[in-house]
């Protein structure tokens, strides 16, 4: 291999950096006129090249070759991407600068890369419920996806896609601003960064797959050796989770946990949800209702349930036994207008919470340790990181907040990233090893997953159309790179325990949940009595067999649940070959079905694999007695029907829907020679 470990080219008043950057993937930097290259405050990639073998070369200023991808960048900064083996011009295209917008940065600078635009699928890009897999055509704008009044939580950007013409990109910049993928344009706007900044990669050879292997395998593994492969699941994370908004106290949590035991039903891990503290920002269970954090704990432990607990990057002003410290030792982000850590976000709080600013080590180390001292020290080793968009009551398009690394417009969207990467060393630092702790956040960005952070779906709705949607984004989730995700069973808002409808989606709902990475039940369902003390309210009940009444309701629901409790060594199997290969779990039919035309088509993204072996297609329309179902050619194996055992034919039927139990289940058996 050449020794070129980085090119650096001054063409005209440009300065332009390209560093090969994993197998068939370079890495390119172009810096406003008369500055310097500079690194992003905070990177989408490794904070050093993967180390790969692939033979590069420097062919003159503005040229570089790495395996089967060359870039050419001209004196205007004009850039050509080109994949040797068939000389496809994949990008082609230019960048522009201006002053920034609300930068606090002096090197700050607006930045655009835009890129002609052609007909192309692209996988990727995050979590948005758009009902489709394939994104083309796409636009958003990043502030939109943190906002909570715009996506409810439930919309995630990920600065990354993969195209069917056999590439896939990365720009790498944390900033605020928008990105169009049309047949006019591929642009990226960052509204206050370093410079352009962008990843790009392509196939070793032509964007041609095998029967046995598709390109996007060989993208997305290039893509994880680039921004960081996941750490591995815990295995107590791989069965079934209860949740619910919200047990209110210990006797409760312990009641519903031994509840599940006494039924002789799975479960694997029990949540306990927000406002179980004295005071927003105090890290600990408040006493009068949690009296004995380590009896609860080792109870659970004693019934083989791990135990999950939710932390709120907010501290409340004034009331917290945290507050004065962090405000004086300026932990928290501040107003751009008063210079003071006004309150981000008021809900249930009088006084108002202000935020807590990760992107401060200081700040990221004295929260982890004192979450290990209100939560940790029992033995919990699993963080729900709800909020951590991070919510925030008025919309932020810049230039409102100030945090310790840069502004609002500069870092808002990697914010997820300091949070989860400050606990991920926190846990290593106490001896934890990757696959001993987990995260669950309700905001990813690239990378969170080295980190050890999952991602759920957000506060969706408890209807039939957002559990639709589920489906697809579920796909779309898995080739942004996360691996672990999952939504909540029967969605979060407006289920309603005692309706014949709700009762109807929660079975279907827990099919699709059973072949999701992650399997959890979670819900503010209605109903449940007032609050009686300090605990505060519980809503209504969310527990199976108050869910399922019906003998058959409940009959279904417990057969997936079993069925997925024996597939947990083959769910394992599927998180390390992930972290691996960054191959994900959950697969879009065209993944794992890659010459198969009819797996291309959105007519089958309401279907998908969970890994190799099995086929789902949920039932996700109320009442239904058939579903469509395609079934592509195997060899050396044949589709058998779960529920029957019956051996099904390849191609299009109908298949019928007789009972609540039934949902198109598939499983690929090897034939006999």
Known sequence: MLQIATTIAVLSSLQVKLDPWGDNSIRVRIAPPGRDIQEPIISALTDTAPDKETEHRYDGDGDLTNGNIKISVDSDGNTVVTRLSDMKVLLKGAPSFGTATNGSHPSSVSAQMKFDGYNQKIYGLGEHGTGVVNQFPYTKVFADSLYYGKSHGSDVSIPWFASDHGYGMVWNAPSLGNVTINEQETTWVSHATRNVDFWVTTTPGNAVSTPDHSFYADLLHQYVDAVGHALPMPFWTTGFIQCKDRYRNQSQLLSVARGYVERGLPISMIVIDWFHWAEMGDFGLKEQCWPDPQAMVDELKGMGIEL???????????????????????????????????????????????????????????????????????????????ESEPDHASYISG????????????????????????????????????????????????????NGAALWSGDIQSSWGDFQKAVTISQGVAMSGIPLWTTDIGGYGSGNPQSPDFQQLIVRWFQFGAFCPLFRLHGHRDGGPPPSDMCGATNGDNEVWNLAPQQDHYDAIVAVMRLREDLRDYVKRLNDQSVATGMPMLRPMFLEFPTDAQCESEDVSMQYMFGPDWLIHPVTVANATSARVYLPKLNGAEWVYWWSQDVAQPGWFNQTIKTIADFPLYYRRPTQE
């Open 308 to 386: 999950m607990i939710t932390l709120w990057p907010f501290m409340g002003q004034n009331v917290s036994r945290n507050w004065e410290e962090y405000l004086n030792n300026k932990y928290l982000a501040t107003s751009t207008k008063t210079g003071y850590p006004d309150s981000i976000w008021k809900y249930n709080t009088p006084t108002g919470n202000s935020l807590i600013d990760p992107s401060n080590p200081e700040a990221m180390n004295t929260t982890f340790y004192k979450w290990l001292s209100g939560y940790g020290k029992y033995g919990v080793r699993a963080i729900w990181m709800d």
């Open 399 to 450: 230039g409102q907040w100030e945090l310790y690394a840069g502004s609002d417009t500069e870092i808002l969207p990697a914010w997820v990233k300091y949070w989860s990467g400050g606990f991920r060393k926190g846990f290593g630092e106490i001896g934890a090893q990757p696959g001993e702790f987990f995260m669950l956040s309700r905001n990813a960005w690239s990378g969170t997953w080295a």
